[in-house]
């Protein structure tokens, strides 16, 4: 008699959907919340999605008042380019793909060398599995006007299009030629995001938590 297996993603997809009709059958018979339902998706590890990236996305901060979700990974993405001339790009070799750091560096005569180092693609997976949403609270018309606007990061996806940020000030917002396109808001997540972008692509140290540093001893007088 022969055994059929079954494999492990249908076994999750199938746990998904019990998991949904279970949660759909007590908000139907017990007149729960939408806000309750939100909670009960975040304590499985999801949450709805966002504009422009619908359904059901990885677990992430719970929402706060005057906050809301908004969408980095529009589609897949392609490479992160920052101001300061470095990048961060996936790349096919051969049947895999890379996630490389790249940075340009100039020598005595002037001459240009790019520097490549290949990332932790797992890692970076991660990565995108936990910032592909961000929480941002958007600013008051009245805020955060007459500042000096300075690119902070140029997204390109799969399809070539592009997603680019400008910071003034403690202000971020999405830019179009030179200017901001909607409104301006601060977003200390995907602040952190990038900075954690940086570590992985060894550009910068992770920063100690409070509870490392406390651990470290003291410094012979």
């Not at 339902?37 to 975040?42: D, K, M, P, S």
């Not at 790349?91 to 932790?120: C, I, N, V, Y």
């Not at 958007?138 to 006007?145: F, G, I, T, V």
Request: contains cysteine; charged residues 25%.
């Amino acid at each position: 008699m022969r055994r059929t297996s079954h494999s492990t993603p249908t076994i999750f997809l199938r746990a998904a959907v019990l998991t949904l009709g279970l949660i759909l059958i007590v908000w139907s018979s017990s007149g729960i919340t939408v806000d309750k339902i939100n909670a009960a998706f975040h304590a499985l590890g999801i949450e709805p999605g966002a504009a422009g990236s619908p359904g059901l996305q990885p677990g992430g901060q719970p929402l706060q008042p005057g906050e809301e979700r908004r969408t980095l990974c529009r589609t897949r993405i392609a490479s992160f380019h920052f101001p300061d001339g470095r990048s961060i790009v996936e790349e096919k070799h051969g049947p895999r793909f890379e996630w490389l750091a790249e940075e340009r560096q100039r020598d005595a005569r002037g001459e240009e060398t790019l520097l490549r180092s290949e990332m932790s693609y797992i890692e970076m997976e991660k990565w995108l599995s936990r910032h592909c949403q961000y929480v941002v609270r958007p600013a008051d018309p009245a805020e955060a006007s007459g500042l000096a606007i300075a690119p902070l990061v140029r997204v390109v996806f799969v399809d070539r299009s592009e997603l680019i940020f400008g910071r003034a000030g403690e202000w971020i917002g999405e830019m179009e030629q030179g200017a901001f396109k909607g409104g301006r808001f601060k977003s200390p997540d995907l602040m952190s995001a990038l900075d954690e972008l940086k570590v992985l692509a060894q550009w910068m140290r992770p920063t100690a938590t409070p509870s490392a540093a406390a651990e470290r001893p003291e410094a012979p007088r």
